[in-house]
């Protein structure tokens, strides 16, 4: 499984960004998607995630609000719709796959997925 994401940038802030991630290799089809990011110097952090069916999401509080996911399986692609961008928003942003098929639970936590994209990088500035 290969993930691409895309969309990176650099904004200003109250901006907004549109993150993509495409895989190849494997359809995502059946598969919960999430997002991450990682700051200079700080840990990786849950951002969202969506379930296979697209009826569940979750999101980690600094991105409730503002961010959006969703995922289209015909394109074999997940998308995060930032708005409302903060300064504090700066990272590369990761996209992950779950290889649990149909899986019930939707994880939030990074041991929970197991590809993970090369990431894009999102700077916001003040």
């Known amino acids: 499984v290969q993930l691409q994401a895309s969309g990176g940038g650099l904004v200003q802030a109250g901006g907004s960004l549109r993150l993509s991630c495409a895989s190849s290799?494997?359809?995502?089809?059946?598969?919960?998607m999430g997002w991450f990011r990682q700051a200079p110097g700080k840990e990786r952090e849950f951002v969202a995630a969506i379930s296979w069916s697209g009826a569940m999401t979750s999101y980690g509080d600094s991105a409730k609000g503002r961010f959006t996911v969703a995922r289209d399986n015909a394109k074999n692609t997940v998308n995060l719709q930032m708005n409302s961008l903060k300064p504090e928003d700066t990272a590369v942003y990761y996209c992950?796959?779950?290889?649990?098929?149909?899986?019930?639970?939707?994880?939030?936590?990074?041991?929970?997925?197991?590809?993970w994209g090369q990431g894009t990088k999102v700077t916001v500035s003040s």
């Open positions: 992950a796959l779950n290889r649990a098929r149909w899986p019930v639970v939707l994880g939030t936590t990074l041991t929970e997925y197991d590809y």
């Open positions: 290799g494997r359809t995502i089809t059946g598969y919960n």
